[in-house]
């Protein structure tokens, strides 16, 4: 077809197309029941005007952790006033100040502002707000690993367990989501005696599992008939080769974009086999064209620097070099780039205090270069 023909063509084999978005939250989630009646119990207390249970959600990755915490939040949001669930991205935000600015954006719908105000002024107004609104607060944090990393887990869980010696009344809980499950965090004895988490384990799926999920997205995206059950298994037997869910969800919405420009009405073989090839490279261009001016600019320096200079110290003089920033900017724009799967981010165990980290590009830079 021309690309006329695919912009202004009114036909679509897709019944809804969001439902193949990473972002979209299914209204029929499989195989987590247990788990999601255990992460109801743990809010259950604070229904009744008690403290909520703290909890510690153990799985890797793509097992349903952080669905089943959004739709459990967007629940109590729904059904009760009286707690108030607050989802963070560790990934994206490792600081005690990123942190509780997400936690004064749910209450009073502003970010505060990043400089000229103390953080015992954020941190007050939190605290006051749920005082007087006599509202239990629940935070998750989602790959907490992170904030231990970071060398901040301590001083966050101490700031948000141990909120009520400083406001009476105030009751609070915390979700820790682990995705290295590999990983054992280590608090001190002081968060330790307040935190004593209630373990939820979030097991991979099964291959019927997955096969069932995917059918349940082809239902809800696609119109009867579209895709083969031949098709279908071929794509679960990807899935289940890589481990990760994201991946068959990713490749059904690919390929039906893939046959609909074909101007085909059913998937076929030959599609599957164009988006197994093309998966991996159409990703990457849409990922790097989606880059901020600054996330650009550290991405090209990371590209082109050598194995042995793409440390964090190093990196960073030569971001400064180009465009001076706190580390702390630095800091969230080498998140943001291994939170976006361009890289991998590991601690060495060197350095002074023992966390330098060496930066290892996801892909070949050539098949980079070619989608920059």
Known sequence: MAIDDI??????????????NPDYVPDEFLYRESQMDALVLCLRPALKGGKPTNAVVVGSCATGKTTAIKKIFEKVGEYSEGILCVYVNCQLHTTRFNIFSQIYRKIFGIHPPETGIPFSRIYNA??????DNDQALVVALDDVNYLFHSKNANKIFYDILRAHEEFEGVRTGLFAIISDIEFRYLLDKNVNSVFIPQEI??????????????????????YPDVISDEVLDEITDKTMS????????????LVGNIAEANASKIITEEHLESAIRNANSISLKSTISNLSGNERVLFNIILEATEEDRVAGNLYELLNGIKPLSYASFDRLLNKLEFLRL???????????????????RFDSDAIEKCM
């Open 242 to 253: 890589i481990g990760d869910l994201r991946v068959g969800i990713d490749l059904l919405g």
């Open 201 to 222: 384990i979030f097991d991979p799926y099964t291959r019927d599992e997955m096969r069932s999920i995917l059918l349940e997205r082809v239902k809800v995206g696609f």
């Open 343 to 361: 890289i991998d981010i590991r601690f060495t165990g060197k350095g002074m205090m023992g966390n330098s980290r060496v930066i290892i590009l």
């Open 126 to 131: 939190i605290m006051k707000y749920l005082r």
């Open 7 to 20: 912009l202004m063509d009114d036909e679509t084999i897709f019944r809804n197309i969001r439902v193949f």
